[in-house]
């Protein structure tokens, strides 16, 4: 069984930044594709940005693109999403995954995963 818990969510004025962090057990993130999403009420989960354990090679959605960044520490066996010039936008539940599948999946979708955490908010005053 892999347990995932966020923090670091919070309020920040647009512009600030924020780091999440996914501390796992059960399973070590660095043999492990993880994920972050987001969601709003009435929305879909929205992919925000994944790494693979193969090569550590990272995606990102569009929106983020260049102002967030995913990275994992394989010691501490958590992943973190360090959160730049923030946007009202970005106001959001934030949700760490983990995908423990070898076979190539698409890792921008809510289905490429088994495991998630319970959520962190970030909320973003303009």
């Known amino acids: 069984q892999v347990q995932l818990v966020e923090s670091g969510g919070g309020l920040v004025q647009a512009g600030g930044s924020l780091r999440l962090s996914c501390a796992a057990s059960g399973r070590t993130v660095s043999s492990s594709n993880m994920g972050w999403f987001r969601q709003t009420p009435g929305k879909e989960r929205e992919f925000v940005a994944a790494?693979?354990?193969?090569?550590?090679?990272?995606d990102y959605s569009d929106s983020v693109k260049g102002r967030f960044t995913i990275s994992r520490d394989n010691a501490k066996n958590t992943v973190y999403l360090q959160m730049n010039n923030l946007k009202p936008e970005d106001a959001a539940v934030y949700y760490c995954?983990?995908?423990?599948?070898?076979?190539?999946?698409?890792?921008?979708?809510?289905?490429?995963?088994?495991?998630w955490g319970q959520g962190t908010q970030v909320t973003v005053s303009s």
């Open positions: 995954a983990a995908s423990l599948r070898f076979a190539p999946v698409d890792l921008t979708t809510s289905k490429g995963y088994d495991y």
């Open positions: 790494i693979r354990w193969v090569l550590s090679s990272t």
